[in-house]
């Protein structure tokens, strides 16, 4: 039966006024002008495909900027292991964002393991990568770390604002985050820095990659910088080998293409073109690059040949000395539900140690609600230094609260 002109109105103005009622509480998705097409890694033909001046292995924080300002004058192709951060509410909304953290599922935005030593951790399994499932804090390096692992520090600084003007901005300061403000202050992480994107010491507001609607903006938005005609994006793409020309006479090794599998366990194959320039840059993580180096035949050549793996080229650093900064949680209790609030407020001391803090994600089965705080330290650090800072400054807040 055909609707009255009146009926049509009415669903036409409740649908206006549900967009705007989604819009206002932070539930509409953010179209991205000229983000390339994201295809499923199934689409990519298996015979005579085409090749590409780079191939970058992982869509993550480093991948997907990377590929992006490749695509302005190169032809690139992104493979990612993960599937879509758009369209997944545990990824792009922060009200969501321990839930996030806590699905098993197999194709989750966040992989959890366990190390060999048993610390549970998650990795990143989507585009965008660890933007898609970290807090959303925003900082830059330290100058000492630019200089530590030989980087262009005058280029660096330049690319910052590339970054901050598409994902970052300035928080608007939650209750819990003022509390703590307060709190490093009088426990004497000074002095107060203000709002900086800079790594200081002392206490600071940072950046944060959540608007103010609470909807995050990761990596995989930067993709939108680049040229879509030059950009190709394939999802749940697992890159198993890197394969090297074999030829006979070869003196050096030299990376030719990689080999992937698709959603299905399809197989396939990716190539560089001819061109002496053309590049495989591995983005694919602190587990993943060391991993697929050692799957191609680069690494500790005993430990390649007890795996039955051809060595390529013998490094014994590959796969070695991998260490996280050691980290104290503290989980305060509060009478009244808080406002969610992910890192905003940070204090940095002198001898390296980083407080912050969320609030509003624990609750006990009691309905006692939570405040999460977090002291960590650099890997060089010895933990008993800093567990002492944990409790003096703990017990410093809890008395400002």
Not at 363 to 387: K, R
Request: aromatic letters at 10%.
């Amino acid at each position: 039966m055909a609707l009255s002109r009146g009926a049509v109105l009415f669903f036409k103005l409740l649908a206006c006024l549900l967009w705007l009622f989604e819009l206002s509480h932070g539930k509409k998705q953010f179209p991205l002008k000229n983000l390339p097409p994201l295809r499923k890694a199934s689409s990519y033909p298996t015979g005579c495909p085409a090749t590409y001046d780079y191939i970058v292995i992982g869509g993550g924080t480093a991948g997907c900027p990377l590929a992006a300002t490749l695509s302005l004058k190169y032809k690139v192709l992104l493979l990612e292991r993960g599937g879509s951060p758009y369209g997944n509410r545990n990824v792009s909304y922060m009200e969501n964002f321990h839930i996030g953290l806590l699905n098993m599922a197999p194709d989750s935005a966040a992989q959890a393991f366990i190390s060999t030593d048993g610390v549970i951790n998650a990795r990143a399994r989507v585009l965008g990568g660890g933007t898609c499932i970290n807090a959303g804090f925003y900082s830059r390096a330290s100058s000492s770390f630019i200089q530590q692992v030989g980087w262009d520090e005058e280029l660096v600084n330049k690319s910052f604002p590339w970054v901050e003007e598409k994902i970052v901005q300035w928080p608007k300061i939650a209750p819990w985050q003022a509390a703590l403000r307060d709190g490093l202050l009088q426990a004497g992480v000074a002095p107060f820095n203000g709002y900086t994107y800079d790594h200081v010491s002392g206490t600071k507001v940072g950046g944060t990659i959540f608007d103010e609607t609470g909807y995050r903006h990761t990596a995989a938005d930067l993709l939108a910088a680049g040229d879509p005609n030059n950009l190709r994006v394939l999802l749940h793409a697992s890159v198993h080998r890197i394969v090297f020309d074999s030829r006979q006479g070869c003196l050096k090794p030299r990376a030719i293409g990689v080999q992937f599998t698709d959603e299905n366990g399809g197989h396939h194959q990716a190539f560089l073109n001819n061109k002496k320039d053309s590049e495989i840059i591995v983005s694919a993580g602190a587990i993943g690059t060391p991993q697929l180096l050692l799957l191609s035949g680069i690494g500790p050549k005993n430990h390649l040949k007890s795996h039955n793996i051809p060595v390529v080229l013998h490094n014994k650093y590959v796969g070695k000395g991998m260490a996280d900064n050691p980290m104290n949680s503290i989980f305060i209790p509060t009478r009244s539900p808080p406002r969610q609030s992910l890192i905003e407020t940070v204090g940095i001391t002198e001898e390296g140690v980083f407080i912050e803090a969320s609030s509003g994600f624990g609750q006990s089965s009691e309905s006692v609600h939570c405040h999460h705080g977090i002291m960590s330290a650099e890997v060089w650090h010895q933990s008993l230094a800093y567990q002492f800072q944990v409790a003096q400054f703990f017990h410093k807040l809890h008395i400002t609260l």
